[in-house]
Each structure stands twice: as structure tokens, then as C-alpha cells.
């Protein structure tokens, strides 16, 4: 009989809901030591940074011992047709032990070839072939971690001519067969969606991204900001964490929250890094978000007849 495949639970009464998590960057070590701000629900690392030891691995010892942390994993390569490196995982696997995370996760992405490692997430085309190499490679990580993991939807500048399947539907499927969950970033989702087919079409494109996802298997929701670059003549969307949360983007977070209410907020922060406090305002502000998300929400349950004329106006 075949190993059942670990999978998430969602937990309602579970603490990281109620408010914004942040992510955390060494900077801000010594003023969440020292403010411990409360507005701030939980903490995000990214793994590689913590994997050493140092000033890096005492500060988040003592700040896990006040809010608890995730990790989220950028070296992994879960889009290579190579197995994840031993080593790396390896490294990841001490990590997730000492941390105790609330929530591991990864990209949809590829990052080295034959011994050669690139310093970006390189996208992969979706095809049944790639599926099945994604599938693998996460089935490794589940079974090497002995938990489940989440795959982060990804911010996009390409696509490929050879791919069959809908990035979301991907997604999806690879839930399905692995038993992994869902990180979906509306940043991304919008950014790409923007790079796609264009600043008036994004919207409704990326509102249809967030349909197709299948709502079970979202557990955590990234929220950031983005730059715009020219690129051939035309603006592209780069997202680089490096600004407020765009308004469109706090549109599609609205959606986001309503189709997954179970689905812990993150906001990431990661060029021009400003002071702490900033963080902890934009943080508190997507709190206020989601709670009038959910509102929204409940009165239209509660009011379908004003939400369909609504809908219709
Ligand atoms: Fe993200």
C-alpha cells in the first residue's frame, strides 16, 4: 500500500489569522527585539539566511520564542528536472527542526544545471513532463521534511510556446498529486498578469488566476509591492518588494481573502528596506483589509439579493 501523502489542515482557530505576519530581514533584528511590536502576528525567514549560525541564528532564536515564524525556502529548485541538492535539503531539514516553522515553504522555479547554480528563480513551462518532475521533487522534500510544504504562485516575465497547462491548474494538480498546499502571492499574480496581456486586462485575468486555484490548498497569502521598468519599449512590472502595496493589488487581496479566508497574510519587504515601523503600518493596514474583506463577504451572504444588484450595477 503506497505511504499516504502528507497534507494540510486548515486550522481556523489558528493565531496566524488574526493578524499580518511580516517578513523578517536583519536589519529589523535589534527593533523587534526591542519594540516586539503587537501589531505583528507571526514572522516569515527566508531559509538560506538562517541556515549558518551567527548573530542571524541567535536573533531568531529569541524572536521565535515571541511570534511564531515560517520558513520560506528559495534554493531548492523544485523545477529542475535534477533532484533537489542532498545537501541543501539537508541543511533545510536542520533548519525546519531547530525553528519548529508554522509553515515551510518554495517557489515554482528552477535554479541550477549540472553542478552550474544561477542566482535567480528561473520559470519552467507547464507540461505533463514538468509536472511530473515538479511532483517528484516535492514528494522528496515532503518525505525528507516529513511534513507538507507550500508552492508559492510565481511573478512571471515570459512564457513558453511549449507550455499546456494553465499556471494555476498546475498548481493545482501538482495539490493534488502531492498533497502539498498553495502560497498564493496576489503581488505576483498581478505583476505577471500585467507583463502578460497588459495593465487594462490584468485585472479580470487576475481574478480568473485566483478562480482556478482550487481553494483548499491556499494557506498563505503573500502580499508586497512592485516596481515598473521599460523593457523593449513598453513598462513591465518587476517584483521586487520595494514599495507600499499597490491599490491593485489591495483590490485582488480583497478577493484573495474572501476566496480563502483560512489563509494566513504576509507582507514582504525586501529592497529599499525601510525602518521598522513602516513594516509594522503597512502590516496593521492589511489587517484592516482583510477584516473588511470578510465583512464584505458576510454581508453579501447575508444580503444576496443587494449583492446581485450590486454585481449588476
Ligand atoms: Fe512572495
Known amino acids: 500500500m503506497p505511504a499516504q501523502k502528507p497534507t494540510y489542515q486548515p486550522d481556523t482557530e489558528q493565531p ?3 493578524q499580518t505576519g511580516i517578513g523578517l530581514r536583519p536589519p529589523h533584528h535589534e527593533a523587534l527585539l526591542e519594540i516586539r511590536p503587537a501589531e505583528i502576528g507571526w514572522l516569515e525567514i527566508h531559509a538560506e539566511t538562517y541556515m549558518g549560525g551567527g548573530a542571524a541564528r541567535h536573533a531568531l532564536e529569541q524572536l521565535r520564542a515571541i511570534w511564531p515564524v515560517s520558513v520560506h525556502g528559495t ?6 528536472a535534477e533532484l533537489p541538492d542532498a545537501v541543501h535539503l539537508e541543511r533545510l531539514a536542520t533548519l525546519v527542526e531547530r525553528t519548529e ?20 528563480l528561473l520559470p519552467l513551462p507547464y507540461t505533463t513532463e514538468s509536472l511530473d518532475i515538479v511532483c517528484r521533487n516535492v514528494d522528496v ?4 521534511l516529513k511534513r507538507p510544504i507550500l508552492i508559492e504562485t510565481p511573478s512571471t516575465y515570459l512564457r513558453f510556446r511549449d507550455s499546456q497547462i494553465a499556471e494555476a491548474d ?7 498529486r502531492t498533497g502539498c498546499g498553495i502560497l498564493c502571492d496576489v503581488n505576483n499574480i498581478y505583476v505577471s498578469s500585467v507583463n502578460h496581456v497588459g495593465l487594462e486586462a490584468a485585472p479580470a485575468v487576475a481574478e480568473a488566476y485566483l478562480d482556478s486555484l482550487p481553494p483548499t490548498a491556499v494557506h498563505e497569502i503573500h502580499i508586497g509591492g512592485h516596481s515598473e521598468v521599460p523593457a523593449d519599449g513598453r513598462s513591465m512590472l518587476v517584483d521586487d ?5 499597490a491599490e491593485p493589488v489591495w483590490r485582488l487581496y480583497a ?6 479566508p483560512h489563509a494566513a497574510t504576509l507582507l514582504e519587504w525586501d529592497s ?7 513594516l509594522v503600518a503597512e502590516a496593521e493596514h492589511a489587517t484592516r483589509r482583510r477584516a473588511d474583506a470578510l465583512a464584505a463577504s458576510d454581508d453579501s451572504r447575508n444580503d444576496p439579493e443587494r449583492s446581485s444588484d450590486e454585481r449588476a450595477a
Open 16 to 18: 496566524l489569522l488574526r
Open 75 to 80: 534554493g531548492l529548485g523544485l523545477g529542475s
Open 101 to 120: 516553522p508554522v509553515l515551510v515553504s518554495e517557489h515554482l522555479a528552477w535554479s541550477s544545471l549540472s553542478g552550474f547554480y544561477f542566482n535567480d
Open 141 to 144: 522534500v515532503q518525505t525528507w
Open 170 to 176: 498546475f498548481l493545482g494538480r501538482l495539490a493534488a
Open 241 to 245: 518588494h520595494g514599495a507600499l502595496v
Open 255 to 260: 478577493s484573495a481573502v474572501q476566496r480563502f
Open 272 to 278: 529599499n528596506l525601510p525602518p521598522l515601523q513602516h
